[in-house]
């Protein structure tokens, strides 16, 4: 009973120990930089008087990107175990990373705002080191990506690659549809976001599968 109890405590420390950090950092940083601290804790509808389904498609996103990683690092915590499946829970490791970086990007417009700000460089140079990223992930780990629904992972890339063109050309096609070139950059983003959590959701439920066999 005291080892199961000792356990439980070690776990609600580790549970709790960053976020009481957190929250002592925003009281730090309010106090600090002279920002309420409600502009740190309450919704951004609320601080900007704004109609709470603003952004619903980014936040969706977000959300979907989230869980993506969420359920490939518990898939890898699972895998990781197991010498045989070590490279495959690498893969799926580096794919959960890869992951919650892009939502919190997304979040919190990182490469739009806070990274050029923090390391002055451009969003494109950002973009850029995404890309590079995503293609040597995929160069290390291109025969483990055979041995999945790739073809879901292929889908998920090209409409990525359609919201990117639509954002390179933004005066052209807007002359020729009008505000609805948002719809089409955003939508394509959010297509592939989806195709993304479906590659992640096949590769998890493979990782399992792979246990039930050992």
Request: aromatic share 14%; with cysteine; glycine share 8%.
């Amino acid at each position: 009973m005291f080892s199961s109890n000792h356990k439980l405590s070690s776990f609600l420390l580790s549970l709790y120990s960053l976020p009481i950090l957190f929250l002592f950092a925003i009281a730090f940083a309010s106090l600090k930089l002279d920002i309420p601290i409600t502009t740190f804790t309450r919704d951004p509808a609320v601080i900007g008087n704004i109609n709470p389904l603003a952004g619903i498609a980014s936040h969706l996103g977000v959300l979907v990107l989230t869980a993506s990683g969420a359920i490939c690092i518990f898939s890898w915590a699972t895998l990781q175990p197991i010498r045989s499946t070590r490279t495959f829970s690498l893969f799926l490791l580096g794919l959960g990373i890869f992951s919650l970086l892009l939502g919190l990007d997304d979040l919190f417009m990182l490469h739009e705002s806070i990274y050029p700000r923090l390391f002055r460089v451009s969003e494109n140079v950002i973009l850029l080191i995404y890309g590079l990223l995503a293609i040597g992930g995929i160069v290390k780990y291109w025969k483990t990506i055979l041995q999945t629904d790739y073809f879901i992972f292929g889908v998920a890339l090209i409409f990525f690659a359609l919201s990117l063109i639509v954002d390179a050309f933004p005066e052209l096609i807007e002359a020729m549809i009008g505000q609805w070139r948002i719809l089409f950059e955003d939508g394509f983003k959010l297509l592939g976001i989806i195709g993304w959590f479906g590659y992640s959701w096949r590769c998890s439920i493979q990782a399992l599968k792979k246990i039930q066999t050992l």
